[in-house]
């Protein structure tokens, strides 16, 4: 059994994860109608990783004994103006999931939660690979984007990211 509030933060990041996994999935369709069908590869897989952090809370809280409660998925509801506008929203979403990782991570600290921290690691290392990825992209989109055969050497490049399965194993 876990404290109160450190399992109705990790509920809630079930949540969060799975809408990550949403907002992917919509930036994904975005790049295909834009016909950049390796930036939507890159997020189709980035998609897929979301879902996999949401289903490890989830496994974490039955592992634990704790009641699972799915809550609706929220609409991704963005426009975008430009190519680089859903890298960015990208960038600034995965700087929010660190905030709601570490404030998980903060109530595990204030409840003596070693284990919840233990497994709060993982995630801390992964939002900082998260950010850097999102900010790499946006750099690479500077300075490739505006010219025509950059912009499709960049898609080719993202068309080669293929699904590995999380490192981490409950
Ligand atoms: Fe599950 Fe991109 O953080």
Redesign the pocket.
């Known amino acids: 059994m876990l404290d109160r509030k450190v399992t109705e933060l990790l509920n809630t990041q079930v949540n969060q ?1 799975f809408y ?1 996994a949403y907002l992917y999935l919509d930036f994904a369709n975005y790049y295909e109608e834009q016909g950049l069908s390796g930036f939507s590869n890159w997020y189709r897989v ?1 998609a897929q ?2 879902r996999d ?1 949401a289903m490890l809370f989830i496994q974490y809280l039955q592992n634990n004994g704790e009641h699972v409660s799915l809550e609706a998925v929220a609409k991704p509801d963005q426009t975008f103006s430009d190519n680089t506008a859903p890298l960015k929203a990208g960038l600034a ?2 700087r929010y ?1 660190t905030g709601l990782i570490h404030t998980i991570y903060d109530a595990a600290y204030s409840a003596r939660d070693f284990r919840t921290m233990q497994f709060l690691d993982w ?1 801390v290392k ?2 900082g690979e ?1 950010e850097k990825n999102a900010e790499d992209l946006i750099k690479k989109m500077e300075l490739f984007g505006a010219d025509s055969k950059g912009l499709y050497l960049f898609d080719q490049e993202l068309a080669a990211r293929t699904y590995a399965a999380p490192s981490l194993v409950l």
């Open positions: 994860e990550s980035q990783e979301e952090h979403h995965e999931v995630f992964e939002q998260e």
